[in-house]
């Protein structure tokens, strides 16, 4: 049974930075690209940055980059979020999502519907 955990959340000011992890079980992890998404409230879930299986490759959201960082370690089947220069935008649930269709060598797609398996979320805001 596949499981994937996300950790982390928390409330911080406005600048300040997190560091969100996504524990994964019940699957060969290297073989899985993964994704982070947020979903604010009554909004829809976005697509924030992605990562290959291998780590050597990676994509963020316009609105996250050079703020934000994933990284993964394959050893420990973790999926890491460094989110520095936090803003009140930023405020949502973080999802994390597997991908097996990619391979190790490529990221997944900003397409929720790209990605086989998700964890349950873990809550970040940020204060003004």
């Known amino acids: 049974q596949v499981q994937l955990v996300e950790s982390g959340g928390g409330l911080v000011q406005a600048g300040g930075s997190l560091r969100l992890s996504c524990a994964a079980s019940g699957l060969t992890f290297s073989s899985y690209a993964m994704g982070w998404f947020r979903q604010a409230p009554g909004k829809e879930r976005d697509f924030v940055a992605t990562?290959?299986?291998?780590?050597?490759?990676?994509y963020y959201a316009d609105s996250v980059k050079g703020r934000f960082t994933i990284s993964r370690d394959n050893a420990k089947k973790t999926v890491y979020l460094q989110m520095n220069g936090l803003k009140p935008e930023d405020t949502a649930v973080y999802y994390c999502a597997a991908d097996l269709s990619r391979g190790s060598s490529y990221y997944s797609s900003t397409a929720l519907s790209t990605y086989d398996y998700w964890g349950h979320g873990t809550q970040v805001t940020v204060s003004s």
């Open positions: 990562i290959s299986g291998s780590g050597g490759n990676t």
